[in-house]
């Protein structure tokens, strides 16, 4: 989120889109309901089912699973064909007025710098227009016809309300109501907030899918605001906390990245990431890189990580690819991975492609299960009969099963969607044999180390060398990693404007990323975390909720990263002298002097808005302002453009019906033998969403004696017509084949899913709730993943749970 949940009732219109609020988040779906009661805000659903947020809502619009783009792309159109934008924000905290490179171009689906064996764009040709001074060039009267502006309108004017409603099967009427609504935020002092999960993030084309609602909210002004931004609304618990901490295969703590295969040194590593600005006066915050990533290896490696030797660089895997979850069972299956660590992650239930994942688990020498339950995955080489039918005497994996904790069962902090580091205390003592997770992982590093030691091993430096201060080692505690994370002096810290000054002690924990060096006198784990465990201690313990503004930024309440922050980009709810478009909803205000006001300043706090190249908002980005048209950033292109999911009832996509590469994303990364397993509109006509109930919890709760009570037994849902058509009855048996296989489930026919019109033929979807398996009290039923595709996004590789194609008929 770039704001946070209590913020959502600083809102005057709620767009719920690509998620279901109500159902999958019901606790924060409150601050939805207080906008509405206290603030009058309205509340826009548009979603393939009429949803539980859908009841709630003020309007609601039905869509096509897999066909946001084009429905945003269209309210773009609208916005800007409309003049309905806000056009002193978009003309100074955006880059607009940026020009575009002669060689960038755009043509029967396709951007420049495509290449079709590899399946990826070279970007060098979106890259702005730079002038001889190394700055990009502008034209702030934006007559300039390569002006991002100028690009962007010519771009989405083939967005028309009939093309969108074409390929949305939205109806026009209910599209052009959504575009005014969304429209009357363009006003300064209006918000609209836009409360995203996985309708926008599973998809081939996930990541593009976001960008376009940020563009929306760019155009509208209504980026930095109480009641504003992009709110993705997370999943797990923690999960938030597992991006910040960098779990993700090509990424270090703090959104840091590992470095590629091509940057063997530290230099070529810093070349694009440190960037210098790209306009006068900005502060391309990443220029601060090497203190975070110095201040990362010092964490780690210690004494070993010396400026002699490059902070220990060499210590660092080199990708040569991305070993998402989809890389490694696409490698189990080919025989070329022997182990495996599940952690809290059950893939059988959870990944796609049912089949594929326990042909892969099949093949491995061990599989490590750490799980305070029986899941799935640690049974998936037991026959369940036809819910999981397997030979287990050719299967010859040896499955450990390390019993864990639950979260509840241990201290820590979990980082909720808003970015607040939440700690919490254990509820209870762990059952029989559990486990800590930290004391399980402190056991096989210890063991690891030793075999090391005694073995030698191809490169032992940094197994032998990792720093390892905890008081019990074979179990850190939750204050220990916390502090580790955090960061604190190895050296004293001196102010580099007046060396006399001690800024932090030697030893000291620090209060903030702005002390961080990168000389080796600091150590930090996650440099976002900075300030979370300062020498005043554990921040995220704190639980004031005095609310002195009354708009609900309680910076006493947990701690938020960056530096306690609560909306990102706050300075742009200011106008460029610093004066709140809405003075009612005062996050921070230029006083004369410096930025204050209920929240912690987003840029220097004296960086008077007034000077000439005053610096702007979006301190983050080398041009100090926001980017609707991405020059980098995203591999499948500067701007978004509807391509067709992979699986999809219609031949071709309707944007560019003549050009087959362009019908579905066109840079996503497939493997082979998937691409052949994608079904055809012919054999699997029905667009197919799997989504949550608020009764369970994914494969977790189907353990649970009450919530199997409450909802017992898996179904699929469909809307009147399709049951018609096909002669099923609400409540008999049917079965849902795809290319991969199928599943068999009661029906439940409901008014909730409608049928839409999309290029001329009608679609109807099939509902699929995600929760039951194999394992547990509840009945046992078919994974859904059975039928779900092997495609990903093609910047997450998240895979594309949300629009693929089935076929119904009754069992
Ligand atoms: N009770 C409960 N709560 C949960 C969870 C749970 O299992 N149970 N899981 C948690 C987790 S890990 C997560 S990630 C979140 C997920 O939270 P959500 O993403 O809100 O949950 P989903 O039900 O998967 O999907 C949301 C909605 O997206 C819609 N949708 C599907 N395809 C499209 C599309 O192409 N466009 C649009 N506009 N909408 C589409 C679906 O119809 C569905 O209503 O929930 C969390 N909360
Ligand atoms: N078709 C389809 N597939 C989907 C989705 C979808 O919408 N549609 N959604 C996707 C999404 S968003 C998600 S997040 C995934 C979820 O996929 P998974 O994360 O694989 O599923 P969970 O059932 O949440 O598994 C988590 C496991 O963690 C265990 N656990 C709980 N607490 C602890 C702990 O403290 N320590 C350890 N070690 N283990 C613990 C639980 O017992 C559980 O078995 O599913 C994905 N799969
Ligand atoms: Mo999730």
């Not at 924000?89 to 607009?96: D, E, G, I, M």
Request: some cysteine.
């Amino acid at each position: 989120m770039t704001n946070h949940w209590v913020d959502i009732k600083n809102a005057d219109l709620v767009l719920i889109m690509g998620g279901n609020a109500a159902e999958a988040h019901p606790v924060g779906f409150k601050w939805v309901v207080e906008a509405k009661h206290k603030n009058k805000a309205k509340l826009l659903v548009v979603d393939p089912r009429f949803t539980r947020s859908a009841a709630m809502s003020d309007y609601y619009a039905p869509i096509r699973a897999g066909s946001d783009i084009a429905f945003l792309g269209g309210v773009i159109h609208y916005l800007l064909s409309n003049n309905k934008i806000q056009q002193e924000y978009v003309l100074k905290y955006t880059n607009a007025s940026f020009i575009v490179g002669e060689a960038f171009g755009f043509e029967d689906g396709l951007f420049s710098g495509y290449d079709e064996s590899k399946r990826k764009y070279d970007n060098s040709s979106w890259a702005y227009e730079l002038g001889e001074d190394g700055y990009a060039k502008v034209d702030e009267t934006l007559a300039h016809p390569r002006c991002v502006i100028n690009v962007m309108k010519q771009h989405y004017s083939r967005y028309t309300p009939e093309v969108v409603s074409n390929i949305t099967g939205t109806p026009k009427d209910k599209f052009l109501k959504c575009c005014e609504m969304i429209a009357e935020t363009a006003k300064p002092a209006k918000a609209m907030t836009i409360l995203y999960a996985l309708g926008w993030t599973q998809h081939s084309q996930g990541s593009q899918i976001i960008r376009t609602g940020a563009i929306m909210q760019l155009l509208l002004g209504n980026m930095g605001l109480a009641g504003g931004g992009m709110n993705a609304l997370r999943g797990h618990s923690n999960i938030q906390g597992l991006t910040d901490l960098g779990l993700l295969s090509t990424s270090l703590p703090g959104y840091m990245s590992l470095p590629r295969e091509s940057e063997q040194d530290l230099a070529s590593y810093y070349k694009p990431r440190a960037l210098k600005p790209l306009r006068p006066g900005q502060m391309s915050f990443w220029q601060n890189y090497p203190k975070f990533f110095v201040s990362l290896q010092k964490s780690w490696w210690g004494k070993a990580a010396t400026a002699e030797n490059d902070w220990a660089y060499h210590y660092l895997p080199k990708w040569d690819k991305a070993y998402d979850v989809l890389q490694a069972f696409e490698m189990m299956g080919q025989g070329k991975l022997n182990g495996y660590i599940c952690q809290g992650f059950n893939p059988v239930a959870s990944f796609p492609n049912k089949k594929k994942i326990v042909a892969g688990l099949s093949k491995l020498k061990y599989l490590v299960v750490i799980d305070p339950l029986v899941t799935e995955t640690s049974e998936f080489w037991k026959n369940y009969g036809e819910h999981n039918e397997v030979k287990s005497e050719e299967i010859q994996t040896t499955v450990f099963r390390f019993p864990s904790t639950c979260f509840a069962e241990e201290d820590g902090s979990i980082t909720n969607s808003g970015r607040w580091l939440q700690w919490h205390w254990k509820g209870a003592e762990p059952p029989g044999e559990a486990r800590g997770d930290p004391e399980i992982i402190a056991e096989l590093f210890l063991r690891m180390k030793k075999a090391y030691q005694k073995d030698g091993g191809a490169f032992p430096d940094a197994m032998l060398n990792l720093t390892w201060p905890y008081l019990i080692p074979h179990n850190p505690s939750a204050e220990e990693l916390a502090k580790e994370a955090n960061g604190r002096a190895l050296a004293d810290v001196l102010d580099p404007k007046d060396p006399s000054k001690v800024l932090a002690k030697a030893g000291e924990q620090l209060s903030g990323f702005g002390l961080l060096r990168d000389d080796g006198s600091t150590a930090s784990g996650c440099w976002i975390f900075a300030g979370s465990w300062s020498q005043a201690g554990n921040q995220m313990a704190r639980r004031d909720n005095s609310d002195p503004y009354g708009i609900g930024q309680t910076l006493n309440w947990a701690w938020a990263w960056p530096a306690n922050r609560r909306v990102l980009y706050n300075t742009a709810s200011c106008d460029p002298s610093g004066k709140p478009w809405n003075p009612h909803r005062k996050l921070v205000a230029w006083n004369g002097e410096r930025w204050a006001g209920s929240d912690v300043p987003d840029i220097r706090p004296d960086a008077n808005p007034n000077d000439e190249n005053a610096v702007r908002p979006f301190i983050m980005t080398a041009e100090g302002v926001a980017r609707l048209f991405a020059p980098s950033g995203l591999v499948d292109g500067p701007l978004p453009e509807h391509y067709e999911p992979f699986e999809s009832p219609l031949p071709n996509n309707p944007m560019h019906p003549k050009n087959d590469k362009a019908r579905a994303n066109p840079a996503a990364r497939v493997f082979k033998g998937d691409l052949e397993a994608f079904g055809k509109p012919a054999d699997f006509p029905y667009v197919a969403t799997s989504y949550r109930l608020t009764e369970h919890f994914h494969y977790w709760t189907k353990n649970c004696e009450s919530n199997a009570v409450i909802q017992p037994q898996q179904f699929v849902e469909i809307g009147e017509q399709l049951a018609k058509e096909k002669g099923i009855e609400n409540g008999a048996w049917v079965k849902v084949s795809s290319n991969r296989g199928f599943i068999k489930a009661k029906a439940v026919v409901s008014k909730r899913i409608p049928m839409l019109e999309v290029a001329g033929q009608k679609v109807h979807t099939v509902g699929l709730p995600n929760h039951w398996g194999f394992v547990g009290v509840a009945k046992p039923g078919y994974l859904v993943n059975t039928l779900t595709p092997f495609v990903g996004d093609a910047n997450t590789q998240t895979p594309e749970f949300k629009s693929f194609t089935v076929n119904i008929e009754k069992a």
